[in-house]
């Protein structure tokens, strides 16, 4: 299986860890590399893996990732009420409905910012 390795900076390697793994819940602890780097794999897709290590954060209004989750209503629905302990949040107001599918953002506690997802899959039958 090929892996998708995503490198982000961040202020605190254990804030990072806990908005990912414990708030989010999409993340689990992969692989210490030591020199403040570690690595998360999701939960899942364990082909997907976010390399976090401590640096100098870029400020971008860029997207970093996307990551697809099954059900993104569900999603928003259970994390919009949550309190998240660090600084990273819902930036999303609503579920943005789009012709591929829906997705929402956030920032996590470097202002990172990403996007879950859900794409539709087309009934095949419509278009025969």
Known sequence: MNKVIV???????????RFYCKELGLFEFYQDY????ISLIAKDNSSFILLLTTGTITDTDEYLFELEVANCTATFDKLKQKEFETTGRLISAAVFEYPLGKSIAFKDPSNNKFLLFEAYNPN???YE
């Not at 202020?11 to 990072?16: G, N, R, V």
């Not at 030591?34 to 780097?37: F, I, Q």
């Open 7 to 17: 490198r982000l900076k961040t202020s605190s390697i254990k804030d990072s860890e």
């Open 34 to 37: 030591g020199m403040e780097t």
């Open 124 to 126: 095949l039958s419509d």
